[in-house]
């Protein structure tokens, strides 16, 4: 019998959830304010805080850390990876802390894993991370060949949602046309064809999202790089964390952002509507790829709960597909059945090896 942590650090939470084999004993999203999070300089800054949160939570829930078998976090911002499970080692810790493709809270799952798994002396995985890139090639072209498109986005849930689709509809993954779309701290619009995540739009060229700006006029975005008045650190900040709903309402929950709504305030409706129909624009930028070929589209992620959001991106998309809502994350599943895999021998973790630029 195996017994799993699991630590799915986001931008607003951390989730965690312990499993004996399939069988989940609990979960538990850990919500952290924007205040509670702006105490911090960095997100490698937090490693201590959601930690401690996380070993609590496991008292609370009475799971000792001499049970554990194994830990699989959420994968962080690596150097592109291929779909499937890492094991995590000094190299992965090293890359996260000194040297990840961006700052994100994805990051320290794997740290905190380690640090437990360390401890105890069990192996720790990510799984499906978020910096897996198997897109087409000629998607990530450019205007500029210094510059060129990543599949970073959260390729976990959203991979997860199509297969869980594919089943649903007596299918094969690979037999599958759909647009994904996770909607949370940050939003991803991704395309997966013939197997793949074939495009992957994220916060770097799609909309905002509660707390990033997602993409941004460049020649304005240069004049403010140019003032002087930034860092590279105190921009990428600005932008990653305090941008989107927490820039021009000073909240990072859209449920707050509703009762805002609700309580009659014109800002909020249309800031919320403007997110929303970023999100349209984008699940339209995928069609042209597949030539429309696309047979529904999918959201997801926890701003899926909300029928107020999700109604606002229907009524914009459902001429080009059919929209199917599955509410929250599929990720804890994911991770855990990942895992599984790998401690039973039907699957094999990859070596992960540090990349010094």
């Not at 004996?20 to 924007?34: G, P, Y």
């Not at 919320?272 to 999100?279: D, G, I, P, R, T």
């Not at 959201?299 to 914009?316: D, H, N, Q």
């Amino acid at each position: 019998m195996e017994k799993l942590l699991i630590i799915n650090p986001g931008s607003t939470s951390t989730k965690i959830a312990v499993y004996e084999d399939e069988n989940q004993l609990f979960v538990e999203s850990i919500s952290h304010s924007a205040d509670q999070i702006a105490k911090y300089d960095s997100v490698v800054d937090q490693f201590e805080f959601r930690k401690e949160l996380i070993i609590e939570a496991l008292g609370r829930h009475k799971i000792l850390l001499d049970e554990l078998t194994a830990i699989v976090a959420r994968g962080g911002l690596l150097p592109p990876l291929k779909a499937g499970a890492y094991e995590v080692n000094e190299d992965m810790v090293w890359q996260l802390r000194y040297a990840p493709e961006h700052e994100h809270a994805s990051n320290l799952g794997a740290i905190i894993a380690y640090e437990i798994a360390k401890l105890k002396g069990i192996p720790a995985y990510i799984y499906d991370g978020v910096s897996v890139d198997e897109m087409l090639l000629s998607v990530k072209i450019t205007g500029l060949p210094e510059c060129e498109r990543k599949g970073t986005g959260h390729n976990l849930n959203m991979r997860a949602i199509a297969m869980k689709y594919a089943r649903e509809h007596n299918k094969a993954y690979k037999d599958c046309t759909l647009v994904v779309v996770h909607l949370g701290g940050g939003i991803s619009v991704s395309l997966h064809a013939d197997g793949r995540v074939a495009d992957m739009i994220n916060d770097e060229d799609g909309g905002f999202s509660p707390e990033r700006a997602g993409a941004l006029p460049m020649f304005q975005l240069i004049e403010m790089m140019s003032s002087g008045e930034y860092t590279q650190k105190t921009m990428m900040k600005k932008i990653k964390t305090q941008g989107g709903l927490v820039a021009y309402l000073g909240v990072n929950d859209s449920r707050i952002v509703e009762k805002m709504i609700a309580a009659g305030d014109e800002k909020a409706k249309l800031i919320y509507e403007a997110m929303a129909l970023n999100v349209a624009r984008n699940i339209a930028r995928e069609f042209p790829i597949v030539e429309g070929k696309v047979e529904a589209i999918l959201l997801t992620g926890g701003i899926a709960y909300s029928e107020m959001f999700t109604a606002m991106i229907k009524k914009r998309v459902d001429f080009l597909a059919p929209v199917i809502v599955y509410p929250g994350e599929n990720e804890m599943e994911s991770l855990a059945l990942g895992g599984l895999r790998v401690l039973r021998g039907e699957e094999k973790a990859r070596p992960f090896v540090r990349v010094v630029k």
